[in-house]
Nanobody, 115 residues
Framework: QVQLVESGGGLVQPGGSLRLSCAASRSIFSIYVMGWYRQAPGKQRDLVAVITTDGTTNYADSVKGRFTISRDNAKNTVYLQMNSLKPEDTAVYYC?????????WGQGTQVTVSS
């Protein structure tokens, strides 16, 4: 498996931007899917964006056109660029690595969008 550490969260005003990073403890080159999920208070954890080994991406409808997921295999890191942030984007954001036989979660990073 792999240990994942998220960073880059914080407080931002509506319309602002943040870039989240997910650093893995080993190579992510062969990990089939890397993804970002989020969980707001009192709600379930939902998919935000995922990226496969061949670079195919998929986004939740609520973030399409605003968020971009990318992976840097050389740095063992996955990023989530978040633009045009809205108050409803406030949540704890989690990184997830999914292989054919296991999956791992990071500890999460808080994103708060508020004026």
């Amino acid at each position: 498996q792999v240990q994942l550490v998220e960073s880059g969260g914080g407080l931002v005003q509506p319309g602002g931007s943040l870039r989240l990073s997910c650093a893995a403890s080993r190579s992510i080159f062969s990990i089939y899917v890397m993804g970002w999920y989020r969980q707001a208070p009192g709600k379930q954890r939902d998919l935000v964006a995922v990226i496969t080994t061949d670079g195919t991406t998929n986004y939740a409808d609520s973030v399409k056109g605003r968020f971009t997921i990318s992976r840097d295999n050389a740095k063992n890191t996955v990023y989530l660029q978040m633009n045009s942030l809205k108050p409803e984007d406030t949540a704890v954001y989690y990184c997830k690595a999914t292989s054919t036989q296991w999956f791992s979660w990071g500890q999460g990073t808080q994103v708060t969008v508020s004026s």
